[in-house]
């Protein structure tokens, strides 16, 4: 480095000595000096300083926080976690993995990799490629690293937070150790989060010594919501409409919800979700109580609280599903061998949870000793519930609406319901309020307004496609937009059937493809339409039309999946490998975008 010391007071040999000094410190031994003689000059001793500062070291701490990401909790972490970072001194950056450059891993000093986990122990889509490449033969000896890992997933699913285990295990084999261990967070994942990032940065301050400034890493600073409510800490949300948007006849019940964000200071974009936190029926929650003998009214602790058991079971606890943890405490509680050999059978297990709640499982292996706060100890948190926006804020300002389809089934002879859809079709109406909070999804967001978009929406899944075409609409947007719905039956599950003809009339809407699988003997579906117009939508994607796909995980996304890559295969030329490249690209580009479930 070069510094100029011919203005200082300082003497030619003194000058000397301090310009070699000064060229051999790096940047976070030059922050420490800085505040040791600021010190010095505000009157403190040598010692007293020493004592406040960290000791100087060889280099910075370099932290890259890596995140994958479906719908955007691992990144909401990760920068909390580059936020927190700064306060401890370390450097630290925040990477996508889809943007990542593989060869930089063999350079990292310190790594932390947060990522999810979706449908049967897949990688999120911004995570396939670094997941493939880690786990390839090109991944190089990481024997200098060190890492950990903050998994997130659903423990009522059977490959719980396999993604996280697998670059757990994979770094580990690489050569790379743990600098804290891998921690596998279920829906309910805040406190566990913040202990590990305690951890993380505890053991990175101690080992490389940091002492950086808080403002190494202002942007991720920056990013922090400027609303006070969040997940934590939701809004009351007043409902201002509530009412049934499917048609006579139909045998699906899906809702229009609208709520008030007024003076929330909550801001939302196209593609977001809105976070509920609902309520369990208050049917089953007696039947639970009068099943186990128990008083509602008996107080107990749930979530640093002291409340009545009856609403510990109604607002604060899971009771509609059985996880393979609470299965395994409930064998351990019973002291039941046939219960417990269930349990280590993963696919037996499955079998026997699915479509059973709470209730079946006290009922099917009572536990004579249980008491009423060992039962809110061993049931998992209730977790909000995500529902894809449909409305975009340019255009209804501060209200924010949703699109639910209520869940209703029959299972092992009792009728079922799904908590969330259950709770606001049948007991909230108009003026009753609703815990929300906004939930971002930068991975589902729309291109530039000249761009063409494609939007593959059956069901409900059409909701974020609503909100897209009110932006685009407020933008005054020039992209073209096209949109392929599909549902049951064309005269009673049209979703917004007036809206989607109203923008093709005015021309926002350039082409609309709809699919009604029970209009006609052999049923069709989205893909059917896809098919049919592949030369169109091949000819889209060229001119740079990004996709869209919102609905079921399950079967509907790997059947576009497949229609997609025939039409790259039959109007590209492409062969079955360079078709899954092409639409790799396009997902790497962002513009081939999934909200999927």
Known sequence: MTTDLNSSPLSGDQQARLGELLSGMNEGQLFWLAGFLAGKCAGGSANADAHTATAPTSAAAELTILFGSQTGNAEELAQQLAARAADKGVSAKVVDMADYKPKQLKKEQYLAVLTSTQGEGDPPDNALDFHEFINGKKAPKLEGLRYSVLSLGDSSYEHFCKTGQDFDS??????????????????????LAEDWIN????TIAVEAGA??????????????PTSAFNRKNPYAAVILTNQLLSGRGSDKEVRHIELSLEDSGLAYKPGDALGIYPQNSPVLVSELLETLGFDGDQVVSADERDISLRDALAFYREITLLTPPLMKHWADLAEDNVLKAMVADSRELKAWTEGRDVLDLIQAWPVAT????????????????LYSISSSQAAVDDEVHITVAAVRYSSHGRDRQGVASGWLSDRMSEGDKVRVYIDPNKKFALPEDTAPVIMIGPGTGVAPFRAFLQEREERQAEGDNWLFFGDRRFRSDFLYQSEWLK?????????????FSRDQTEKRYVQHCLEENSAEVWAWLQRGASLYVCGDADKMAPDVHQALLGIASKQGGLNQEQAEDYLRQLNRDKRYQRDVY
């Open 370 to 385: 249980l008491a009423p706060q060992e039962l809110v100890n061993v049931l998992r948190k209730l977790p909000p519930r």
């Open 199 to 202: 951890r993380v940065l505890e």
């Open 170 to 191: 994979k770094l580990a084999t690489l050569g790379a150790t743990a600098l804290a261990e891998r921690v596998d967070c279920d829906v309910d994942y805040e406190d």
């Open 211 to 224: 002492n950086q400034p808080a403002a190494a890493n202002t942007a991720a600073a920056e990013q922090a």
């Open 503 to 515: 923008w093709r009339r005015d021309g926002l809407l350039t082409r609309l493809d709809v699919a």
